[in-house]
């Protein structure tokens, strides 16, 4: 049963960083794309940043300069790099990877289960 379990959540001040990690597990054939999401009260889930396996990486423009996404392919992993945190910044982040479980499945998209990241002003 594929598992995607995020790490790294907290709260921090204005300024400070933080580092989301994501690993993805249970029977999984192949990875295509990985990404971050996040979303606030009353907001709308937002995609914060994308990868695909060849590693092109694009990102919301509220994160832009100052967010960072990588993957390890080998560890079916996927990091956020997150620098001069904002208190607008302050959302459940979810990681997500679209994958497939064997060479004949469809791709499909799975989600983890979210972690809490609090920016203070």
């Known amino acids: 049963q594929v598992q995607l379990v995020e790490s790294g959540g907290g709260l921090v001040q204005t300024g400070g960083s933080l580092r989301l990690s994501c690993a993805a597990s249970?029977?999984?054939?192949?990875?295509?794309?990985m990404g971050w999401y996040r979303q606030a009260p009353g907001k709308q889930r937002e995609r914060v940043a994308h990868?695909?396996?060849?590693?092109?990486?694009n990102y919301a423009d509220s994160v832009k300069g100052r967010f960072t996404i990588s993957r390890d392919n080998a560890k079916n992993m996927v990091s956020l790099q997150m620098n001069s945190l904002k208190p607008e910044d302050t959302a459940v982040y979810y990681c997500n990877a679209v994958l497939r479980i064997g060479p004949l499945n469809h791709d499909y998209e799975y989600w983890g289960q979210g972690t809490q990241v609090t920016v203070s002003s």
């Open positions: 990868i695909t396996s060849g590693g092109s990486a």
């Open positions: 249970g029977g999984i054939f192949s990875i295509n794309a």
